[in-house]
T-cell receptor
Framework: AQSVAQPEDQVNVAEGNPLTVKCTYS??????LFWYVQYPNRGLQFLLK??????LVKGSYGFEAEFNKSQTSFHLKKPSALVSDSALYFC????????????FGSGTRLLVRP | DTGVSQNPRHKITKRGQNVTFRCDPI?????LYWYRQTLGQGPEFLTY????????KSRLLSDRFSAERPKGSFSTLEIQRTEQGDSAMYLC?????????FGPGTRLTVL
């Protein structure tokens, strides 16, 4: 069965410091991996995706993520956090060999303090 | 605005009433998805359309739920005989390939 785990409910970081939001996944076939961000009372905004190719994926707003097949991880990173990055972040996976649906993690709240 | 749009944005209804939500996807996208999100959780998949064909449905989609995409453009999600447990944010997303783009959602409150 497909699943996504985001082990941290909340991540706190000071503005200007690097941030990491963790994600691990489980699929039986080839994973398509995604990160989305959600601001209060808003839908989800697409940040980046990994389909194939380079393990380091760059996305919107300076975010990047690294696909690690052996550790089945897809951690989201940013070299220098901004207060405006404070939001809810969701990791998602699709098993492209068996399903059209995205399976989401439970979300990690990122709080960037000034 | 060329993004995914959803109407209404908010819906308050009494238990037992029927409600219908509409989603207008990005115009060139042939894939359309419905998800449900409850407070503190990630979105859960409900159903998927490719053009007008409904290709996948979640077990979450009980017989009180029905979705259509009659001409492969907009989609509707209807909930009959609403229950308090149906209270959630209903998200629509569209795609032409690998990544889904989400609308702002319809927040349903069942009293």
């Amino acid at each position: 069965a497909q699943s996504v785990a985001q082990p941290e409910d909340q991540v706190n970081v000071a503005e200007g410091n690097p941030l990491t939001v963790k994600c691990t996944y489980s699929v039986s076939g080839n994973p398509y991996l995604f990160w989305y961000v959600q601001y209060p009372n808003r839908g989800l905004q697409f940040l980046l995706k990994y389909i194939t190719g380079d393990n380091l994926v760059k996305g919107s707003y300076g975010f990047e993520a690294e696909f690690n097949k052996s550790q089945t991880s897809f951690h989201l990173k940013k070299p220098s956090a901004l207060v405006s990055d404070s939001a809810l972040y969701f990791c998602a996976v699709r098993d492209e060999d068996s399903s059209y649906k995205l399976i989401f993690g439970s979300g990690t709240r990122l709080l960037v303090r000034p | 605005d060329t993004g995914v749009s959803q109407n209404p944005r908010h819906k308050i209804t009494k238990r037992g009433q029927n409600v219908t939500f509409r989603c207008d996807p990005i115009s060139e996208h042939n894939r359309l998805y419905w998800y449900r999100q409850t407070l503190g959780q990630g979105p859960e998949f409900l159903t998927y359309f490719q053009n007008e064909a409904q290709l996948e449905k979640s077990r979450l989609l009980s017989d009180r739920f029905s979705a259509e995409r009659p001409k492969g453009s907009f989609s509707t999600l209807e909930i009959q005989r609403t229950e308090q447990g149906d209270s959630a944010m209903y998200l629509c997303a569209s795609s032409s390939g690998a990544a889904e783009f989400f609308g702002p959602g319809t927040r349903l409150t069942v009293l």
